[in-house]
């Protein structure tokens, strides 16, 4: 058996997680870290645009709800750039336009709450891999 098979799926992968929910943040957040990703957490957009213009992460989990700045607010501001983040957004949002403005402005992945962690953890590994192999 490989070393890298004996390390989680997102080890040393930066990652912001933006929820206004404390219960879904910190639950993300334990999923990625059971992973080995290294993570940050913002409870708002603002937050989440200040974290990204000082530290970018790899992958940002954007909640598409938020106080003081929306998800697609955010996207906006964070993607666009040679080293912008990947970006998850997940949503309880289960329309059509809101998907495909998301990815008119540059989502990586959107996904419908509830989500479950497994999944996020698989979207978030594929995307990283991708990048990666394509780096």
Request: glycine share 6%; aromatic share 2%; hydrophobic share 45%.
């Amino acid at each position: 058996m490989s070393a890298e098979t004996l390390v989680g799926k997102l080890e040393d992968v930066q990652i912001l997680v933006v929820d206004d929910d404390p219960d879904i943040r910190e639950s993300i957040e334990a999923a990625m870290l059971a992973e080995g990703a290294i993570t940050e957490t913002a409870p708002d957009g603002n937050t989440a645009v200040q974290y990204c213009n000082e530290d970018p992460p790899e992958l940002v989990i954007l909640d598409m709800m938020l106080p003081g700045r929306s998800g697609f607010l955010v996207l906006e501001k964070i993607k666009g750039r040679e080293d912008s983040p990947l970006v998850i957004m997940v949503t309880a949002n289960e329309g059509k336009r809101h998907q495909e403005y998301a990815e008119a402005i540059g989502v990586d992945a959107y996904m419908i709450k509830p989500v479950p962690l497994a999944s996020l953890v698989n979207q978030a590994a594929e995307l990283i891999a991708e990048r990666r192999k394509n780096a």
